[in-house]
């Protein structure tokens, strides 16, 4: 800016000088030169005085020109030397930024090396934290298995061998009964039995100790693909060989309860084969075996009113659904089938047969037969019935996690051979038969239906009933009354019963279970009248009980055994009853080492007779009754 000032100043004053010189019309020759000792001054003329006064102004503004030019060229110098200054300093402010940036460049780098080495030593103290989280969790977990193994060595909860895994099943028993009159029986209780006072066992009560419940068993099981196969077994000692007795070394035979094969899918459906519960018996869940339910009952004949068997058999069954939601069960058994406890009262034709006895070689027991005085050896009652099918049962079940309830019916078919009757003759009290030359064969239908339900509430209590009604059905029930008796024609007549249980069970503790039940079984009157006017069947109206109440009779020898049978006290069982109460107490229970428990149970038991002639104390048919007090002592182990 002041360089352009000085330019503008000099511009202005050639200006002026030009200007000058344009007024006056003179010049003066730039070369011509004063003399050096001129004359005396003339006067100057106005003219020349301005002139001259403007050459003065021309050199004064010359000299400030040249000191302009002098300090214009010194400040060029000092721009010049700023310029260098500058551009050195930009130079400098380059290798510095360049530095600058390098050394950012490296800073970065630097920085991203360290992050990265930061990362990477928290990486790797992560890992080494893991790494000794995962020592110390494989350390503890090596302990536990360790632990667990050798809790699996030194206390198995099963056996394993190659591909099956093997449950051991067992509890030992001290158990004693006490009866106020005496059957002359172990722990299992003939409830068909009992005594009326015409009987000398019905005058003494009983005491007997017995360990013979005690059980031995395994559950074997095994995955083959998706199919789950199983196999199980249990015995006790309350069976009776022909030579069993408990005179010296109490040497009773080791008894199958059962012992089954078992396959089952992941789809529900299972196929049994072998000796297990009867499908008539009440399950817990489903149909599904070793869920049946028995009454907590010492007495290894159960209860009065208890549906059940055990026998060998095939079973089939289909389920549905679930637990939680529901679940229903459809299932179908063949059963070995048994004619027990005919009862064919009256002066009978004789000329018949439906069983025969068992054969020691054909390992069928020949010590158990029952005859009835058949004619000529060709009938009578035996152990062993001629079979002409197997007893089919089917059964529905449904179940939800508070209730369960079951549905049935069985079928069950008595076959016997008899010589036909031609003519009846005699009278009513002592009749004959003429019989036709050649057997015939008869084969009767019979069977039922059943039905349980069982309500849990909560974990405190349950209450059940169970009941069946039908022909012939008598031996499914506890008390074994009559299947049959007999027609005048000599077939077989299934006789109609009916029995059912209601249970009360309650877990007022842990440690404790008080429970009641009341059971009854009935058996109806089957009467025929013969042409000749006898009256032959189940419980005829004219057989005699005038001796049911009776004192029993004098003159037995010495040392003769007492008798349960009442004499002249003939009507069979009409209606059986049993009351009973108890308690299980379980000292000690344990996953690893089993159960200690002990429990209690006292019955009543009534048992009354058809009506008759002469009944001594009742119009409504004789009556016996017993009391009795079970106590156990079980040892389970785990």
């Not at 029986?185 to 015409?198: E, L």
């Not at 060989?241 to 080791?254: A, E, H, K, P």
């Not at 499908?279 to 149909?287: A, D, H, I, K, M």
């Not at 009938?379 to 449904?398: E, H, Q, R, S, W």
Request: proline share 5%.
């Amino acid at each position: 800016m002041k360089r352009m000032s000085v330019l503008a100043a000099i511009m202005i004053a050639a200006m002026s000088i030009s200007m000058h010189g344009q007024t006056d019309g003179t010049s003066t020759p730039k070369d011509k030169k004063p003399a050096k000792h001129a004359p005396a001054k003339k006067k100057e003329s106005e003219t020349e005085r301005q002139l001259r006064e403007m050459k003065e102004q021309m050199m004064a503004q010359q000299a400030e020109i040249d000191a302009l030019k002098s300090q214009l060229a010194g400040k060029d110098q000092q721009v010049v030397a700023a310029q260098q200054s500058a551009s050195a300093a930009q130079t400098q402010a380059a290798s510095a930024s360049a530095a600058a940036a390098s050394a950012s460049e490296a800073a970065s780098t630097a920085n991203a090396a360290a992050q990265q080495s930061s990362s990477k030593v928290d990486a790797l103290s992560g890992t080494v934290a893991d790494l000794k989280s995962t020592t110390t969790g494989l350390t503890e977990t090596v302990v536990t298995n360790q632990q667990k193994i050798n809790e699996e060595i030194e206390s198995p909860m099963a056996i394993h061998y190659k591909g099956l895994t093997i449950t051991p099943v067992a509890f030992f028993a001290a158990e004693g009964v006490w009866r106020q009159h005496s059957v002359n029986s172990d722990v299992n209780t003939p409830f068909n039995s009992i005594p009326f006072p015409s009987a000398t066992e019905g005058h003494v009560s009983e005491l007997n100790f017995s360990g013979r419940q005690s059980r031995l068993g395994g559950l074997f099981e095994g995955m083959a693909g998706t199919t789950k196969l199983s196999g199980y077994f249990e015995a006790d000692f309350l069976g009776t060989g022909t030579s069993s007795n408990n005179n010296q070394s109490n040497s009773y035979v080791l008894r199958q309860r059962q012992i089954w094969g078992k396959a089952e899918t992941n789809s529900g459906f299972a196929v049994t084969g072998g000796q297990t519960w009867s499908l008539v018996t009440e399950n817990r869940r489903s149909t599904d075996t070793r869920t049946e339910i028995q009454p907590n009952t010492i007495d290894s004949q159960y209860l009065v009113g208890y549906s059940w068997e055990r026998q060998p058999g095939f079973r089939i069954q289909q389920k549905w659904g679930d637990l939680k939601t529901g679940m229903f069960t459809g299932a179908l058994s063949v059963e070995q089938a048994q004619i027990t406890s005919f009862t064919a009262n009256g002066t009978n034709p004789a000329e018949y047969f439906f069983a025969g006895p068992g054969q020691n070689g054909g390992l069928y027991n020949a010590a158990g037969n029952i005859g009835n005085g058949n004619a000529a050896g060709t009938g009578g009652i035996t152990t062993y019935a001629n079979n002409v099918a197997p007893d089919l049962v089917i059964k529905f079940a449904f179940d939800v996690p508070t209730f369960h309830f079951e549905f049935g019916g069985l079928g069950r078919w008595m076959r016997d051979y008899y010589y036909p009757v031609t003519a009846y003759t005699g009278t009513a009290a002592a009749p004959t038969y003429t019989y036709a030359a050649n057997y015939l064969s008869h084969t009767s239908s019979a069977g039922g239906v059943f039905g349980d339900a069982r309500v849990y509430f909560a974990k405190f209590a349950e209450v059940a009933v169970q009941a069946m009604a039908g022909t012939g059905v008598g031996r499914y029930g506890s008390s074994q009354l009559a299947d049959a008796t007999l027609r005048p024609d000599e077939t077989l007549e299934p006789v109609r019963n009916y029995h059912g249980l209601l249970s009360l069970e309650t877990h007022p503790a842990p440690k404790l279970d008080m429970y009641g039940y009341y059971g009854g079984e009935y058996a109806q009157r089957t009467v025929y009248t013969t042409p000749q006017g006898a009256l032959i069947g189940y419980g005829p109206q004219n057989l005699s009980n005038v001796g049911c109440f009776l004192p029993p009779p004098a003159g037995g020898t010495a040392g003769t055994g007492g008798s349960i049978t009442a004499n002249t006290c003939n009507s069979p069982t009409r209606y059986i009853q049993e009351y009973m109460f108890g308690l299980t107490y379980r000292v000690y229970q344990s996953p690893k080492f089993g159960r200690l428990q002990y429990q209690l149970t006292y019955s009543y038991l009534n048992r009354s007779l058809w009506t008759g002639v002469g009944n001594a104390v009742t119009s409504a048919g004789p009556h016996a009754d017993d009391s009795m007090i079970h106590a156990s002592m079980r040892y389970y182990i785990p």
